[in-house]
């Protein structure tokens, strides 16, 4: 019995000076978990310092999928004494157990997983301080039984490493974290919450390849661990942006790291400048939205012109019109009517360059490759559907010919105006990575 209140069960755990227990209180009948830090000849300060600094933590911490704070007390027995910290018993195996017992997991389940923990991250990151866990791994995350189509409740405990930006700041730093799951900052004394999601990402990755980060062979600090994983590419891309050695090249906050992975962003579309702030420049979305609005806003204008100049163009020739008002509102009602012929056709063009640029993103890195091949594929998809519209108003080609060609020459040249923005936005991010 400790503190006159909790009955100890049995050892869930022990290394030097730590021991952690689990025990039921006497006065609530509820199962607990109870870490002791013995004072022994091996204790040192740096010891203490991070045992207060959980207790501290976890009071501050109020979220389901972390063990709740209890109590903290200093205890002495006939053996030992030292300092107790009470938290929330989680009934749950750890991940390590579960792959020990020779559970695997699906590629969507292992997503499953990396989402539930980046809503944790966030949570914690969130924190005023930031509070950084620094020892994120297998053993440290629980997870209960599967339930339906649910991978099954996902928890982080073991906050014994935890670390705060103002601890970092203001004090000595301590190194902490297991081989095979700290980032190289690490390693240094240095942690952000970027740190987090390097040890994330490497946890991940155990789970897709069933080997240990440590054990997988490394290049330039990269873990290689894409011939092992059968994954599809948007996830194994997104595994090793978690865990690049570099810290200005890795995903920087858990928003952001799960905005890319729900929306299967690639770097190129997320711009890291903070921690929790994200500019999307080359989403799907805007390349598509840029090539439709540039494309119709062209269409619309020349349409409208080329269909109200002709119109002028046949009035002074044949003397069709008996007055200028008839004059003014034919030339009017066509130019309308070809302003909105010209807006549909920008529109399908806009598609086209948009989709074209989306499905092939590897094809923009070489720029005039590029280019030419928008110019090529707008020009031909509105020459032919062009001609297809205007056989089946009118019959006479001559009449339209010159609305034929304007239309072609703009919808090239909007496409050439969205390639050109596109390669920009495109040189932007590069030299911002």
């Given at each position: 019995m400790l503190h006159d209140r909790y009955n100890i069960q049995h050892s869930l755990g022990k290394k030097a000076g730590r021991q952690t227990l689990l025990a039921r209180d006497t006065q609530t009948e509820e199962l607990v978990v109870v870490k002791l830090l013995t004072f022994n000849h091996d204790l040192e300060w740096d010891d203490l310092k991070l045992f207060e600094r959980e207790a501290e933590t976890l009071k501050t911490l109020d979220y389901s999928e972390i063990p709740r704070y209890l109590d903290y007390f200093e205890f002495e027995t006939e053996n030992s004494k030292g300092f107790a910290l009470v938290q929330s018993y989680i009934e749950a195996k750890s991940l390590e157990q579960h792959l020990k017992a020779g559970?695997?997991?699906?590629?969507?389940?292992?997503?499953?997983?990396?989402?539930?923990?980046?809503?944790?991250?966030?949570?914690?990151?969130?924190?005023?301080?930031?509070?950084?866990?620094?020892?994120?791994?297998?053993?440290?995350?629980?997870?209960?039984?599967?339930?339906?189509?649910?991978?099954?409740?996902?928890?982080?405990?073991?906050?014994?490493?935890?670390?705060?930006?103002?601890?970092?700041?203001?004090?000595?730093?301590?190194?902490?974290?297991?081989?095979?799951?700290?980032?190289?900052?690490?390693?240094?004394?240095?942690?952000?919450?970027?740190?987090?999601?390097?040890?994330?990402?490497?946890?991940?990755?155990?789970?897709?390849?069933?080997?240990?980060?440590?054990?997988?062979?490394?290049?330039?600090?990269?873990?290689?661990?894409?011939?092992?994983?059968?994954?599809d590419e948007a996830f194994s891309d997104w595994l090793e942006w978690l865990t690049e050695p570099a810290l200005d090249r890795r995903l920087a906050s858990a928003q952001e790291a799960l905005q890319a992975l729900e929306e299967g962003k690639s770097r190129a579309e997320i711009v890291p400048q903070k921690a929790g702030e994200v500019t999307t420049l080359m989403t799907r979305e805007r390349v598509l939205w840029n090539a439709i609005w540039r494309s119709a806003?062209?269409?619309?204008?020349?349409?409208?012109?080329?269909?109200?100049?002709?119109?002028?163009?046949?009035?002074?020739?044949?003397?069709?019109?008996?007055?200028?008002?008839?004059?003014?509102?034919?030339?009017?009602?066509?130019?309308?009517?070809?302003?909105?012929?010209?807006?549909?056709?920008?529109?399908?063009?806009?598609?086209?360059?948009?989709?074209?640029?989306?499905?092939?993103?590897?094809?923009?890195?070489?720029?005039?490759?590029?280019?030419?091949?928008?110019?090529?594929?707008?020009?031909?998809?509105?020459?032919?559907?062009?001609?297809a519209v205007v056989r089946m108003i009118s019959p006479s080609w001559k009449e339209v010919s010159v609305v034929i060609l304007a239309l072609d020459i703009a919808m090239g040249l909007a496409g050439q105006l969205f390639a050109h923005w596109y390669l920009r936005e495109s040189r932007k991010i590069a030299q911002k990575k």
């Open positions: 559970r695997s997991f699906s590629e969507a389940e292992v997503k499953e997983l990396g989402r539930s923990l980046l809503e944790i991250l966030a949570y914690l990151h969130g924190q005023h301080p930031p509070v950084i866990h620094r020892d994120l791994k297998p053993s440290n995350i629980l997870l209960s039984d599967r339930t339906g189509n649910s991978v099954g409740q996902v928890y982080l405990v073991d906050f014994g490493s935890v670390q705060t930006l103002v601890a970092q700041e203001g004090g000595t730093i301590t190194v902490v974290g297991t081989y095979g799951y700290m980032p190289p900052e690490q390693y240094g004394g240095r942690s952000t919450p970027a740190s987090d999601l390097y040890s994330l990402g490497a946890t991940l990755i155990y789970l897709t390849t069933g080997k240990h980060p440590a054990d997988l062979p490394q290049a330039n600090l990269r873990i290689q661990f894409k011939p092992l994983a059968t994954i806003a062209l269409g619309a204008i020349v349409g409208a012109g080329s269909v109200g100049g002709s119109v002028l163009f046949n009035s002074m020739a044949y003397s069709v019109y008996s007055s200028k008002l008839a004059l003014l509102v034919n030339i009017l009602l066509y130019s309308i009517f070809g302003g909105a012929m010209g807006l549909g056709l920008g529109f399908f063009n806009g598609l086209v360059a948009g989709a074209l640029t989306n499905a092939f993103r590897k094809l923009s890195k070489r720029g005039l490759l590029y280019r030419i091949t928008i110019a090529i594929a707008t020009t031909v998809f509105t020459l032919v559907l062009t001609l």
